[in-house]
C-alpha cells in the first residue's frame, strides 16, 4: 500500500497557511479578498441596541420624585421635632340647667354651659372657626348651638360661654322613662356632650387646618325629681380627643 510521505494530523480546522503551493497562488497564501473557515461576525444584541431615551427620561424622572419625597419627609419630621404640635385642650368649667322638665315624651331646659380652651403649644398659635356645641342624653342629640370664632396665642386659655335650649323636644318613650328613673333613684342626671371645630394652626408662614372632635361623657348634673334647675357635680371635666 502508498503511504504519504509527508502525513498530516487530521484536525476539524482548516490546515492553517501557508499551503503547499498551488497550481494559482506560487506562495501559498490566499489572496487578501479569500473567506476564512470561520469569519467573525457581531452578532450581540447588547451592542446592537442602542438605549430608549424615553426610559432613561422616566428613569431619571422617577429618581428625583423619589429623591424630593424623602427632603420633604425629612423636613417635616424635623419640624414636628422642632414645634411639636398638639391638638388643644376643652375642658367643662361649669354646667347648669334651668326650667328642666321631661313629661308626655318632651324634653324642656335650658342648659349654660362654660368651656375652658387651652392651647397647649408652646410655638404655635390657634385659630377657631365653626366650633359647634351639642348636648346629648345617651346617644339622643337634645340641642345644639354654634360658638364665636376666636384665637389662641400660645399656651392661651379662652374661657367661652354658651346656652342650649330645648323647648318641648320630643323624645322617645324609653328615653323619657330612663331620664326619670336616674333622677329619681340619683338626684342627677347625665349629659354628654360633644364639640367640633375646625382649628388652625400657625407658625410663620406655616398653615395647617384640621378637624377636631372632642367629647365630655357623663357630666352629671344634679337635678332632684322635685326641683327643676341644678348645677354640674364635681371639679371641671376635662373632655376627650376622638
Not at 411639636?84 to 324642656?108: A, D, G, H, K, Y
Not at 396665642?153 to 328615653?175: C, F, M
Not at 357630666?219 to 376635662?238: D, H, Q, T
Amino acid at each position: 500500500m502508498n503511504q504519504d510521505p509527508n502525513p498530516r494530523p487530521a484536525t476539524g480546522y482548516p490546515y492553517p497557511y501557508p499551503y503547499p503551493n498551488p497550481p494559482h497562488q506560487p506562495n501559498g497564501y490566499p489572496p487578501p479578498n479569500a473567506g476564512t473557515a470561520y469569519p467573525y461576525q457581531n452578532h450581540n444584541p447588547y451592542f446592537a441596541t442602542e438605549p430608549n431615551p424615553r426610559a432613561i427620561l422616566l428613569r431619571r424622572l422617577f429618581i428625583a420624585i423619589l429623591v424630593f419625597l424623602l427632603i420633604l419627609g425629612l423636613i417635616s419630621f424635623i419640624f414636628i421635632l422642632v414645634v411639636r404640635p398638639q391638638l388643644p385642650v376643652v375642658f367643662i368649667n361649669s354646667l347648669s340647667v334651668s326650667n328642666f322638665n321631661v313629661s308626655n315624651n318632651q324634653v324642656t331646659g335650658n342648659w349654660d354651659l362654660q368651656l375652658q380652651f387651652r392651647n397647649p403649644n408652646s410655638k404655635m398659635a390657634l385659630h377657631y372657626d365653626s366650633v359647634f356645641c351639642t348636648l346629648y342624653y345617651g346617644r339622643e342629640s337634645l340641642s345644639d348651638t354654634r360658638l364665636q370664632p376666636f384665637d389662641q396665642g400660645t399656651e392661651d386659655q379662652t374661657p367661652i360661654n354658651a346656652t342650649l335650649a330645648v323647648s318641648g323636644t320630643y323624645v322617645d318613650g324609653k328615653l323619657a322613662d330612663s331620664i326619670g328613673k336616674e333622677r329619681a333613684s340619683k338626684g342627677n342626671v347625665e349629659f354628654n356632650l360633644r364639640v367640633f371645630s375646625t382649628v388652625t394652626s400657625r407658625y410663620g408662614v406655616y398653615r395647617r387646618r384640621r378637624y377636631v372632635t372632642m367629647y365630655c361623657d357623663d357630666v352629671a348634673v344634679g337635678v332632684p325629681a322635685n326641683s327643676s334647675s341644678g348645677k354640674m357635680i364635681g371639679p371641671a371635666k376635662r373632655c376627650k380627643p376622638y
